[in-house]
T-cell receptor, first 109, second 114 residues
Framework: GQSLEQPSEVTAVEGAIVQINCTYQTSGFYGLSWYQQHDGGAPTFLSYNGLDGLEETGRFSSFLSRSDSYGYLLLQELQMKDSASYFCAVKNYGQNFVFGPGTRLSVLP | ETGVTQSPTHLIKTRGQQVTLRCSSQSGHNTVSWYQQALGQGPQFIFQYYREEENGRGNFPPRFSGLQFPNYSSELNVNALELDDSALYLC?????????????FGSGTRLTVV
């Protein structure tokens, strides 16, 4: 089967650093992506890891270890506007794009 | 550069009816995919089209069908609507998803089946 696991909720304060983990089990693997979705909004693309290692985009970084079927999204200098749901997603060999269940991040003042 | 637009934004249908949802891809994007998102859950992949051909399909029954047109706009058709089909339907387009280009999502169509 295919499955992705993420923590359901994470809470942190403004200015802090938070890490959202994702483990996956899929039939084939084309890379791990991360999306942000605010309540009532559309998912927006944050990052993509096709190879092992760290990708950095501003305050956000994403990491992948294919041998461990594991990745994470790191959010630094948290701001109130970062409160949203975060989804990891994997594309498999059947061109299917599988999303995780999502992690709801709450940033407190 | 326009993003992905979907229509209608909201729709109410009766069980057993048929519905067509529409999506205009972001300019230049040749790949479009459709997702069903229930409240509080992640998007569930329905299918994907690349240059008018379906090249991926999730675990959805055949009554979910689609089309992609030469201008890369797309339709999602659902026949014999069931109450469980009530959800947010998202369309997303991309230029080269296999090369790491992310998908650009539309704001979705909220379908309610009564």
């Amino acid at each position: 089967g295919q499955s992705l696991e993420q923590p359901s909720e994470v809470t942190a304060v403004e200015g802090a650093i938070v890490q959202i983990n994702c483990t996956y089990q899929t039939s084939g693997f084309y890379g791990l992506s991360w999306y942000q979705q605010h309540d009532g909004g559309a998912p927006t693309f944050l990052s993509y890891n096709g190879l092992d290692g760290l990708e950095e985009t501003g305050r956000f970084s994403s990491f992948l270890s294919r041998s461990d079927s594991y990745g994470y999204l790191l959010l630094q200098e948290l701001q109130m506007k970062d409160s949203a749901s975060y989804f990891c997603a994997v594309k498999n060999y059947g061109q299917n794009f599988v999303f995780g269940p999502g992690t709801r991040l709450s940033v407190l003042p | 550069e326009t993003g992905v637009t979907q229509s209608p934004t909201h729709l109410i249908k009766t069980r057993g009816q048929q519905v067509t949802l529409r999506c205009s891809s972001q300019s230049g994007h040749n790949t479009v995919s459709w997702y069903q998102q229930a409240l509080g859950q992640g998007p569930q992949f329905i299918f994907q089209y690349y240059r008018e051909e379906e090249n991926g399909r999730g675990n959805f029954p055949p009554r979910f069908s689609g089309l992609q047109f030469p201008n890369y706009s797309s339709e999602l058709n659902v026949n014999a609507l069931e109450l469980d089909d009530s959800a947010l339907y998202l369309c997303a387009s991309s230029l080269s998803p296999d090369r790491g280009h992310g998908y650009t999502f539309g704001s979705g169509t909220r379908l309610t089946v009564v």
